[in-house]
């Protein structure tokens, strides 16, 4: 089994390390640090939480000199998990001498007093958004031309939320030579055009956990038929005694009316989504660090930004637009090998929804609340409910359908099924579009 004290550290990681209670890679750590070492582009898949950040931080921080210069760059989609790197690498940094530094950069934050601090030194380690990199970049405060090292971190996230061409300037401007490491839990198509613009023979790394969702981790499914959502959250929150329990809804306006719900139910619950101030969502967040909350409702801005220590349950109050972000959502409990459960609601009419989700390979396990507990639900129950949901298709489509019965041709249903299902994935398509365009107008708004 590999250890880091393998891998030849410098003293100062070693102590740090040592510190922070590391002592073996995790397997994205293991078949990273070497290639980083070997100055290779790479292109690195690997789920959430699987300890991607230490996998280019530990090597491209051990090949660091005193120079004041940027020597690695880090851009990363939302102020949140540019918070989570910087805090990671101070914790590295705090063995080193004092020639060393780190910066972050990301937008709400006082943009005079960034420039200040880049007036009288240039740091060895810039971490920051997109948006505000390049704007101290075009107006020649941060200097980038002997950077290193470049990491482009949740690189597909960067693409949803309209960054990419903040990026793509960013990335122009630096020196041909220089390492890119490119970091994503998903690898988009519509990135592939960047990849091959910037990188240089990349080694794709695909980190493959066996399963799309942690052995680790119960996944329930539960129907809210006839019930209250809100209270039905409710119930699930107190049964039993969870540790940490986050909440995931689509919309700031979901969040909020959850929020409200459970503490006039008299829960203390914490709520963060892109409508707060940064200085509300870092406040925010060290409370719930310091463990003064035990309930956290979020947009999907937590599922890929934050990272929330100790979460035993999650629970999908609605299913993502876009699919993907189920796995992220999930991907918040069950960390570091401990057991998390989590749990989606589904309403009557998001049959297909289950339906698409478990195309990925996500398996559930149908339950629901009786008398005040967690009991088996029967799977059939949902196969009735989807059968009734199908009666509700395109005017256009049930003469479709209509028809071919009518006619009876050979392979008629296999027919009417691949209607069915192209018209619901290009309805998909259309609702996935409008979603991204309004959260890519928000987000970029809100990081100008």
């Known amino acids: 089994m590999t250890k880091f004290s393998q891998y030849n550290f410098n003293d100062a990681i070693n102590k740090s390390l040592k510190e922070i209670n590391f002592d073996e890679p995790t397997p994205v750590q293991e078949a990273v640090i070497s290639l980083v070492n070997k100055k290779k582009d790479i292109i690195v898949q690997s789920e959430t939480g699987s300890g991607k950040t230490h996998a280019f931080l530990l090597p491209a921080m051990n090949a660091l000199t005193p120079k004041q210069e940027v020597q690695l760059l880090i851009v990363t989609p939302s102020r949140e998990l540019a918070y989570q790197i910087y805090e990671d690498t101070q914790a590295l940094l705090k063995n080193y001498s004092d020639e060393y530094h780190a910066f972050i950069f990301v937008g709400g934050a006082d943009r005079d007093r960034q420039k200040r601090k880049l007036d009288a030194h240039q740091p060895q380690i810039a971490i920051g958004t997109p948006g505000r990199v390049w704007d101290l970049i075009k107006e020649n405060d941060l200097h980038i031309e002997n950077v290193q090292r470049y990491v482009v971190d949740e690189a597909d996230m960067t693409l949803d939320m309209g960054f990419l061409k903040d990026v793509d300037s960013i990335t122009n401007k630096l020196p041909d030579d220089r390492e890119m490491m490119v970091f994503s839990a998903t690898l988009p198509q519509k990135l592939e055009p960047f990849l091959n613009k910037y990188m240089h023979g990349p080694k794709r790394v695909e980190i493959d956990s066996g399963t799309v969702i942690p052995k680790n981790v119960d996944n329930w499914l539960m129907f809210t038929h006839g019930r209250d959502k809100k209270e039905f959250i409710y119930q699930l929150m107190t049964i039993g005694e969870p540790y940490m329990v ?93 057991s998390g459960t989590a749990i989606t609601l589904y309403e009557p009419g998001e049959e297909h929804k289950v339906d698409e989700i478990e195309h990925m390979g996500i398996k559930f396990d149908p339950k629901d609340i009786k008398n005040g507990e967690i009991v088996e639900a029967k799977e059939r129950d949902r196969r009735v409910h989807r059968k009734a949901s199908q009666e509700k298709l395109d005017t256009k489509l049930v003469g479709f359908v209509k028809k071919q019965k009518n006619k009876r041709k050979p392979g008629y249903k296999n027919k009417i099924k691949k209607a069915i299902s192209d018209e619901r994935r290009q309805q998909k398509k259309i609702e996935v579009r409008q979603s991204r365009r309004a959260e890519r107008n928000a987000r970029r708004d809100k990081n100008k």
Request: glycine share 8%; proline share 2%.
């Open 246 to 338: 986050l909440v995931f809804a689509n919309t700031k306006k979901s969040v909020d009316s959850i929020y409200y719900y459970l503490r006039e139910k008299g829960l203390k619950v914490a709520r963060i989504h892109g409508g707060l101030t940064p200085r509300e969502r870092k406040r925010t967040m060290k409370q719930v660090e310091n463990l003064e909350y035990q309930f956290v409702i979020a947009t999907d801005l937590a599922a890929r930004g934050i990272d929330i220590k100790g979460v035993s349950h999650v629970i999908n109050a609605e299913i993502p637009v876009d699919l993907d972000f189920l796995i992220h959502r999930i991907g918040r409990t069950g960390r570091n090998k401990m």
